[in-house]
């Protein structure tokens, strides 16, 4: 569930990320047109939703990586994939304290650059993380597959 709902985060924030950073400057006939012509606002909850609940399963998933998989990393002297996941633990953890102001900026319509601005930075940091955790845990996971 945890894999599952990381995908489904990925495609919110990466929908929402490329109307916002690299909006359609026309009507929407290719594939990156319709990818980027998505109404923005209406991944906000999604993303916040999704966002808790990954980090909570990713939470109740943790205590098994530490017994199996980082014992395997350290004995295997793999230092950057094991150096990967504790970065990947402090950005989890950033992007949770971001969610209040990321949710704050885009239920607030944005009439000014300024939330223009804020809703494009902390859209673009959030999905930085999201990328970043997604892809080293699914590079861990194929280290030492969960359970193995």
């Not at 402090?90 to 300024?114: E, F, V």
């Not at 859209?123 to 970043?132: G, M």
Request: glycine share 8%; proline share 3%; no cysteine.
């Amino acid at each position: 569930m945890h894999g599952l709902l990381a995908v489904a985060l990925l495609g919110a924030i990466t929908h929402q990320a490329a109307s916002m950073l690299w909006p359609a400057t026309r009507p929407a006939g290719s594939f990156s047109g319709r990818f980027r012509s998505v109404a923005a606002p209406g991944y906000a909850n999604a993303v916040v939703i999704l966002y808790l609940v990954t980090a909570l399963l990713g939470a109740i998933v943790y205590a098994e990586y530490r017994v199996s998989v980082r014992i395997v990393l350290e004995e295997l002297q793999m230092r950057a994939a094991n150096g990967s996941f504790e970065l990947k633990e402090h950005l989890a953890a950033i992007g949770l304290g971001m969610l209040p102001a990321y949710w704050w900026y885009w239920r607030q319509p944005a009439t000014d650059a300024a939330a223009r601005r804020a809703r494009s930075v902390l859209t673009a940091i959030l999905a930085f993380v999201v990328w970043w955790n997604f892809l080293v845990g699914h590079i861990l996971n194929n280290i030492r597959g969960f359970g193995s």
